[in-house]
């Protein structure tokens, strides 16, 4: 392995903002500060898109205090983009590099990041630009190959598990039918999420829409219908990706002018019309007079002071060891294994090709999956829990006996 | 003053749940164990409709540690109720009284709750039955009058203000406009709130839509314009409640179908449809491409684990007040007056009349709204601050010198 160069470096954060991509850059910002070296880090404003305008800030000079206030900010503080370079458009970014003399890359996102990471690095060989990229993980739908995890799932989950106690107990106090849309285009994990709060036996969410399964309306309404006989109420947490048996999704068909983003990928989010066609079908084919739908949006991925301890912690180690990688390894990505359960949980770090994970996505395993498709599995609570972190204990008077 | 008799109690709490609704309840159960003319304490399972068909559970045999998880827990623990009760209704519930020797009568609730407990109030002392009839106020709307804040406004302006930071920072991040639709039908202190964890200058919301400040489409689109010229990006609150200069609410006017309540309100939460109709007058009006926007909906009363400490403990005092009250008293209604603010700041409690509060409500004074009607003042800074609690300090690097 050839010697670390004696370089620049840069660092950028692509893609949907989470709760803890900010652990991430602070992670690699106290790792670069400890390795000669890195000289100057430079951190890329809008990600690709600072860095073939050179919009670049100082990261060398940002205070520790400061520094502990970024990592528990939401967003990406260095502000973010959604554009997919092509070859031309990471040729300028590497002729930038080449004119900084940066030689480290770190960019932290989902897999169209670790693919960004991957072009240039290929270019850089190709080149024989002696430059080292790394590919640090974030996403709050928790999709990428080969980690456990994905740091910004646990604080996402986080969200949504405190959402839907809270909406729960709702439901309890004014009973009716709740249906709660989330994020999620592909994989169910942080609809799944919904679920990980659940204290009694009749707690909601009574029924868990995934992408992984497709349902028909009628198997819908019918699911609804028979928890809403036996509870007087019913409480649904339905993925913005759920599709129907054709495997269209149901917000696909309803979204008129449906916008892409440069990813080829539909603008669900930001909409409500997937939740109020829902609570318009169980309005007036089961005639429940209380409906009530909530589309939650951005503020499961970005909601100030509210973070899962377990993903910060980890998002600050992966950003940290992405650094350490870089003095001996030309490219990769960050993965964690798992390395126990319950009490016991705990991952350690490892590095792993970024062919593995770029332009790659995970959904659930099926053993997360009950065998109806409406809700998820003890399986799924042993694997997310520790994620998200200790949940609050709620609890419920008006279902104590009656005197 | 007749001396308190020994009887039994009942409370129930009513209306929209809230996330300190459960700590007056738990106000109420501890100072009611202190006093021997309390016998049982009833707990009504959703407010008077709970009353008419006696379902009630023993609040005296809950353990210390419960009645902490119960102050902690949102949403109504003992479940609620919308039933607007007529001079019959309050009949029946006045003839279970007598059957059990109910003789107090605590309600948690809003104005329509203060109102019910005065017709009982009203109906006990002309059939001479010896009664105490005390209202707990509670509402996230913060539209209640003589108290100088609601309990539960405190709580869910913390999470509107914490959702806007957090908003806030993500539309930095990927630049767009972004509309946050925000409880309250009539009173603008929650969407209010939402302004409260600005930091920078050019921290949004930057337009903030109040009922009290009708706004005509035109009008609205050109402040939209103005601020995204400025700052290529735009972040706004509008009130649910907002309305046209002909005074008719937005939704109202484009809800079809729209649900009334036994109250005659109309039913706004629950449907992204303003929230959808906004974004799509920005993006072919204005021509922007990136709207989104979000309806809060229910995640902003009912959230699990978010409770401004100020607000829950405030809520506590205001239910163990209210049992205080009802040794020396007929009727009333709790509520607080500020005896400083900022550093200083604090509240007295004091017993108001039920008539006082009974079927009013307030709305924001013109101080704490701008001259334009788009925004908030300094002034409902310093009011509202204090009551949501220290909000967390976000940092945001984009914005550093470049280099």
Known sequence: MAQAPKANAIIGQSGGPTGVINASLVGVIEEARKHPEIQTLYGSVHAVAGMVKEEFVDLGKISADTLEIVAASPSSALGSSRDKPDAEYCKKILDVFKKRNIRYFFYIGGNDSANTAYIINKMAVEAGYDMRAFHVPKTVDNDLLVTDHCPGFGTAGRFVSCALMGDDLDNRALAGVKIDVIMGRHAGFLTAASALGRQRDDDGPHLVYLPERPVSMDKFLSDVEGVYKKLGRCVIAVSEGMADVDHKTWAEKLVENAERDAHGNVQLSGTGALADFLAGQIKSKLKVKRVRADTFGYLQRSFAGL??????????????????????????????????????????????????????????????????????????IEYALPLVGKLPKTEYLGNYPKV
Chains 1, 2 share one sequence.
């Open 307 to 380: 973070q899962s301890e377990v993903d910060v912690d980890e998002a600050r180690r992966c950003g940290r060891e992405a650094v350490k990688y870089s003095m001996t390894d030309i490219s990769g990505s960050v993965a964690m294994k798992r390395t126990g359960n319950g009490k016991n949980y705990g991952v350690e770090l490892f590095r792993t090709e970024l062919a593995n994970v770029a332009e790659k996505t995970k959904s659930m395993p099926d053993e997360y999956i009950n065998a109806e498709g409406n809700d998820i599995t003890d399986a799924f």
